[in-house]
């Protein structure tokens, strides 16, 4: 008899357009192929419309739901801090969803914790596995942060969120049985006191059948750069911020007549302003199929400043064989060497550089796109991620 696992996640797994989320959609679907699988999730945004669609397109045993929409606020983070607890763990907190797992949770032999959140929903006297998937070092992202922000009571504030994410980390990675990580993240909450021998290795990627699709022709790409990321989480708000702010104007006045494509859903009104003052900048909102941007792009950054994990732009990236320029935040946790799989560059004056290289230089555009491609396929296809998951299960 298959074991019976509840996976429980803070958003609807579907569609996979994000890159949490890519991973989440192809976990469920491979949990449910493989074991009796109930899902128990948080609806934000738009996530009650793609229910019914999502369902279609898995087997479970049982799905359980609650809309909850907290904002990001001022009241919040004060409301958070009385119960002791980061804003995105009060975020995400729900005393009828949390009912409604308690009710249901011994019947499962392992419980899936997708995302350090959801672990405030696993009840105390449960008996089964818990196996805990950090999607990324939490508390990392918001040290990292804070140390990008010069307003001084921004910072504090950053400061003191970060700390209550470590402390938590700390907890949930002590009661978890085994915990799935990038090898990145592994080894920084190693340092904060996680157990190495709980850990089993996994990667955030994206869709590795582009890996069989054409190869690119520089021939055929247009003097352009692509992005493709969400525009409303602060990470890549802010790396393209400072991508416009520090690096745009180093490559204008040498190509002109460059394009910048910015794809993605609810861009902030930051990124809108400065768009709408330069006509080269193209915010073309959610693209359902992004292949004929990266077929006609000839070159894709990535400009993150802060974060951690594996970047899933940077792997879709190198699955398609467009020659990427990111910093070391963005390559992170990846295999890849500055120069031979894509360029790493944290000065502007070097990203700009390396983007001059490759808008021009076909030779160097297509040893790195051929470059990429081989080392995506050697280390970064999903069966090695998929295994790992049933060894996290089973062993």
Not at 12 to 36: A, R, W
Not at 39 to 49: E, G, H, S, T, V
Not at 85 to 99: A, D, G
């Amino acid at each position: 008899m298959s074991k019976k696992i509840l996976f429980l996640t803070p958003t609807l797994p579907y569609p996979p357009v994000s890159g949490g989320v890519i991973k989440s959609n192809k976990v469920v679907n491979f949990l449910s192929e493989h074991y009796d699988l109930s899902i128990a999730c948080i609806l934000k945004n738009d996530d009650a419309k793609h229910v019914g669609e999502f369902l279609k397109t898995i087997r479970l045993s049982h799905f359980i739901s609650q809309e909850l929409h907290i904002a990001r606020s001022a009241k919040n983070l004060v409301l958070s801090a009385l119960q002791g607890i980061s804003l995105n763990l009060f975020r995400n907190k729900s005393s009828i969803l949390k009912n409604k797992i308690k009710g249901i949770a011994n019947e499962y032999d392992a419980i899936f914790c997708d995302h350090y959140v959801m672990f405030q929903y696993i009840p105390q006297n449960f008996k089964g596995r818990i196996i805990l998937h950090e999607h990324n070092c939490e508390y990392l992202i918001w040290k990292r942060f804070s140390h990008l922000e010069n307003n001084f009571s921004k910072q504090m504030a950053l400061t003191d969120q970060a700390r209550r994410i470590k402390k938590y980390e700390q907890q949930i990675c002590k009661k978890s049985d085994v915990i799935l990580a990038a090898p990145n993240d592994i080894n920084e909450l190693v340092k904060i006191g996680a157990d190495p021998d709980k850990f089993v290795e996994t990667y955030h990627l994206g869709d590795d059948q582009l890996l069989e699709a054409p190869e690119l022709n520089f021939d055929d790409t247009e003097k352009s750069l692509l992005y493709i990321g969400t525009l409303s989480w602060e990470a890549n708000i802010d790396g393209l911020l400072w991508f416009l702010k520090d690096i745009w104007k180093l490559i204008v006045p040498q190509h002109h007549d460059t394009k910048l494509y910015i794809v993605g859903k609810n861009p902030d009104a930051r990124l809108k302003e400065i768009a709408a003052r330069d006509s080269r900048i193209v915010l073309t909102g959610f693209i359902d199929d992004v292949e004929p941007y990266f077929k006609k792009s000839r070159v894709f950054i990535t400009p993150l400043r802060f974060g951690s994990g594996i970047k899933v732009k940077v792997v879709n990236a190198l699955y398609r064989g467009i020659p990427c320029v990111t910093t070391p935040i963005g390559a992170e946790g990846l295999k890849v060497i500055d120069g031979e799989h894509v360029f790493i560059k944290k000065d502007p004056e070097e990203f700009a550089h390396a983007i001059d290289i490759l808008l021009t230089d076909k030779n160097v555009w297509k040893e790195m796109s051929v470059n990429a491609r081989k080392i995506a396929n050697q280390y970064y296809t999903w069966n090695y991620v998929l295994e790992n998951i049933v060894k996290a299960i089973e062993d």
